[in-house]
């Protein structure tokens, strides 16, 4: 289908009517593509990225499907405001059965990539199947053509980065999305990079590498309509207004990052330090903080790069300029990868976190599940619980730059026991190993937690401890509810009000994920509110503010369905040992614990679910959810 007949392919079908509507369906197996039409009501009760994804996923994919195997899909999903005017229009979802934690997974990517997929005229695509040889992509609108990825397999993902757009740019400059060896090898930490930016956690670079696809280049030549401009236009100057006239967006994210947060994390006692075994790191936290990034290595007019259509730019690129690394320009290191990387590995050098921030890109591997394994892996060497020999010869100690650097390098290569023991996660390794490790493997359902402290809000373990995709800090981030002075204010020693604030968080984050925003505007501007009539006049959807909420809790109920039929109880709604026995060791919160059975039921019942954590019958019909109801015929009851 020619980029004309398939604008009025989609005009015919719903004229006034904005969402999501094309699909692109590749079977790699058969070497096949075809155009779907996204039915309307799917696109309005989903609204996009995660929540299509999840409507798909769910649909296609049975029950206990190896993640690896040609069976399991992988889901890119655009959203209603990817690619238009809209602030921050530029995430993209990936979503599939995660290799690492064998729960639902999705991760958002910012840059260029989801606009230009919509330019072509595409808003998302499922892969199936198993190309029989190294492939890449190539998407020129409507033009859609497998090419060989021999001569790109084993490269880094920069390096394939600047070949491909090379190789695939037009009138346009072509965006490329790729995995690194990493993904080619399976390391079940790997991550999908696109334009400098990741789709990060949960293995998903496996899924591709499983799939012998390298990347995809997309170059589109088309627009995104909106169903009412003048009122789109309305509230997009609206928010925008919000944004710049916020300190957050225009002054801490601008001029340090994600790293402007780091000192306050660290003074609140919840900077994982030592794989968790402190919350504290004084020795490293002024070498490592935005302003000390800002002021030492973000100079040389590289100092910020934003998403397409970013006016916070929150974005730097650091380069290092002395020691064994010079030479090496990494973005960021954004605050998760200097939290991993440096603190809880005790690292504490600028040039050390840049340059395997560097790495963590190029092999393409999570940066947090890296620093956090590597950690693991360190802590069990210190204790005598693995020797060197065990770890290749690698003398492990927290500290020391150049074990670190040789751990990071087996990672991304997935070269001998060490790189296999750390880009497969701290579950599998704690499972190697044994002896009492798993009590200091720091993750939920096996996905690594990130730069903060559980013990330092309880709020936050919560959060981690329920999150569809394991231990997760933006489903939501209750840190900077209970810490960084986000509002509503909650404290961070009390259970009581957590139960609710994490249940209604999550479906805040489900609507951001859907509408594929960069969720660094909710500093300014508001959801329901604000987002909501983006949407609304975006689409033509016409959702009350009502129907709009529901959306959040339609989606997040799906993806508890998802994990319920994958075989996940209550029991895996749990923190690691560590959390509910050890102390937090420093600051006013200095002996805080974590007993999430205080608050579980609590939770469980504010979602409408069994004491079980398993969504009841009731609940899922009353958001639309019948088909899951008949696919899961041993869901609860509600007993009245
Ligand atoms: S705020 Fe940062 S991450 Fe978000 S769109 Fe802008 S540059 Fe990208």
């Known amino acids: ?274 794989n968790y075994q402190k919350g504290r790191f004084p020795a490293g936290v002024d070498i490592l903080s935005g302003e000390a990034f800002k002021k030492e290595m973000w100079e040389d007019g590289r100092k910020s790069r934003p998403c397409h259509r970013c006016v916070i730019s929150c974005t730097h690129f650091a380069t290092v300029s002395k020691g064994k690394y010079t030479g090496i320009t990494a973005k960021g290191p954004e605050y998760e990868t200097i939290a991993m990387l440096g603190a809880n590995n005790c690292i504490a050098s600028r040039e050390v976190v840049t340059a395997a921030s560097y790495y963590a890109d190029f092999y393409g591997i999570d940066t947090i599940s890296l620093g956090n394994s590597i950690a693991f892996l360190t802590e069990c060497h210190e204790k005598g619980l693995v020797s060197t020999e065990d770890l290749d010869g690698v003398d492990l100690r927290f500290g020391d730059e150049d074990a670190f650097m040789e751990a990071v390098h087996a990672a991304g290569t997935v070269q001998g026991r060490l790189g296999r023991l750390v880009v497969n996660g701290v579950k599998r390794a704690s499972e190697e190993i044994g002896k009492g490790s798993e009590r200091f493997a720091m993750h939920v359902k096996g996905l690594e937690i990130p730069g903060y402290h559980p013990n330092a809000g309880i709020g936050q373990a919560l959060a981690y401890a329920v999150a569809d995709r394991g231990a997760c800090h933006l489903r939501p981030w209750m840190y900077g509810r209970e810490h960084l002075g986000e509002t509503p204010r909650l404290n961070p020693r009390k259970y009581e009000d957590k139960p609710l604030a994490v249940k209604k968080g999550q479906e805040k984050m489900a609507l951001i994920d859907s509408v594929n925003v960069c969720s660094f505007q909710t500093f300014a501007v508001s959801v329901y509110r604000d987002i909501y009539r983006m949407v609304n006049a975006a689409t033509g959807a016409g959702y009350s503010e009502e129907e709009f909420r529901r959306v959040g809790e339609r989606i997040n109920n799906l993806t508890r369905a998802f994990n319920t039929r994958e075989g996940f109880t209550s029991k895996d709604d749990i923190l690691p040992w560590r959390m509910r026995h050890e102390p937090l060791d420093w600051g006013a919160l200095k002996g805080q614990t974590v007993d999430l059975n205080r608050i579980l039921p609590d939770y469980y019942k504010a979602c409408g679910w069994s004491e079980e954590g398993v969504p009841f019958r009731e609940k899922l019909s009353e958001l639309g959810l019948d088909f899951v109801v008949h696919g899961m015929p041993d869901l609860p009851i509600r007993k009245e």
């Open 1 to 274: 289908m020619n980029l004309q007949r398939l604008r009025k392919f989609k005009a015919d079908i719903h004229p006034a009517y904005h969402s999501l509507k094309t699909l692109l369906r590749i079977d790699l197996t058969k070497k096949e593509v075809s155009f779907e039409e996204i039915d309307p009501k799917i696109a309005r009760d989903y609204l996009g990225g995660k929540g299509i994804a999840a409507y798909y996923l769910f649909r296609e994919l049975p029950a206990k499907v190896d993640p690896l195997s040609p069976e399991n899909k992988l889901m890119i999903i655009t959203g209603p405001l990817t690619g238009t005017s809209a602030p921050l229009p530029n995430r993209f979802t990936v979503a599939s059965k995660s290799p690492l934690s064998n729960t639902w997974s999705d991760s958002h990517c910012g840059g260029w990539w989801g606009p230009e997929l919509r330019y072509a005229g595409i808003d998302g695509m499922i892969i199936e199947g198993r190309a029989e040889e190294p492939t890449y992509i190539g998407i020129h609108d409507h033009d859609v053509t497998f090419k060989s990825a021999e001569f790109y397999w084993g490269m880094g993902t920069h390096d394939v980065s600047k070949y491909l757009i090379e190789k695939e740019s037009r009138s346009r400059v072509a965006r490329v999305l790729s995995v690194g060896p990493a993904g080619e090898r399976l390391g079940l930490i790997s991550n999908i990079q696109a334009d400098e930016r990741s789709a990060g956690r949960g293995g998903l670079g496996a899924v591709m590498g499983s799939k012998n696809l390298k990347a995809i280049t997309v170059v589109g030549s088309g627009d995104v309509a909106v169903s009412d401009a003048e009122a789109f236009k309305s509230a997009v100057k609206r928010s925008l207004s919000k944004i710049i006239e916020d300190r957050v967006s225009m002054y801490n994210l601008r001029l340090e990052g994600t790293d402007a947060i780091a000192e306050e994390v660290n003074e609140t006692g919840g900077w994982p330090t030592g």
